[in-house]
Antibody
Framework: EVQLVESGGGLVQPGGSLRLSCAAS????????MHWVRQAPGKGLVWVSR????????SYADSVKGRFTISRDNAKNTLYLQMNSLRAEDTAVYYC?????????WGQGTTVTVSS | QSALTQPASVSGSPGQSITISCAGT?????????VSWYQQHPGKAPKLMIY???NRPSGVSNRFSGSKSGNTASLTISGLQAEDEADYYC?????????FGGGTKLTVL
């Protein structure tokens, strides 16, 4: 079964850091681009970042550029999102999703809460 | 990186058809045939409904269709059913980023 499972969310203070993980299974992870998408409580989907299949190319939304870093370990079939200098407005459910110009497989999401 | 523009809400009765618009620019929706649409029920992860403007993934009902004219894409749902009530999001790939619309809440009356 094709599956993505996020982990690493939690409560963090403003200015703190957190690393999210997304474990992939059931498909050839190293062949696919991957994305992080977030959804603040009661709000819409917002694209955060994407990475190409071998990790050599990344893109970020302006709102997280310079604070978040996307990476992947194809040997471990895992996608990461390192989040630094967290702000209250980063509070959201974070989803990982598969593919390049579309997102055909999504994880169930992990919740990040930034609050003192 | 501006979000794509969708109506906040649309509604329709069972059996009717509705259309949700997604307005962008020549740098995103108009410049690429890479518009996709997602359905999201409360508390659930999004589900891909349409990709590359008008293609349906396997398993998605043919009641869902997509199109594009200029800088605006559209999702049409025909023969509305109660289970279609959900939030719908458009998305456009560009060479430097990926954009989502603000989302449209579909109410089946």
């Amino acid at each position: 079964e094709v599956q993505l499972v996020e982990s690493g969310g939690g409560l963090v203070q403003p200015g703190g850091s957190l690393r999210l993980s997304c474990a992939a299974s059931g498909f050839t992870f190293s062949s696919y681009w991957m994305h992080w998408v977030r959804q603040a409580p009661g709000k819409g989907l917002v694209w955060v970042s994407r990475i190409n299949s071998d990790g050599s190319s990344t893109s970020y939304a302006d709102s997280v550029k310079g604070r978040f870093t996307i990476s992947r370990d194809n040997a471990k079939n895992t996608l990461y999102l390192q989040m630094n200098s967290l702000r209250a407005e980063d509070t959201a459910v974070y989803y990982c999703a598969r593919n390049t110009r579309l997102m055909d497989v999504w994880g169930q999401g992990t919740t990040v809460t930034v609050s003192s | 990186q501006s979000a794509l523009t969708q109506p906040a809400s649309v509604s329709g009765s069972p059996g009717q058809s509705i259309t949700i618009s997604c307005a962008g620019t020549s740098s995103d929706v108009g410049g690429y045939n890479y518009v996709s649409w997602y359905q999201q029920h409360p508390g659930k992860a999004p589900k891909l409904m349409i990709y590359d403007v008008s293609n349906r993934p396997s398993g998605v009902s043919n009641r869902f269709s997509g199109s594009k004219s200029g800088n605006t894409a559209s999702l049409t749902i025909s023969g509305l059913q109660a289970e279609d009530e959900a939030d719908y999001y458009c998305s456009s790939y560009t060479s430097s980023s990926t954009l989502f619309g603000g989302g449209t809440k579909l109410t089946v009356l």
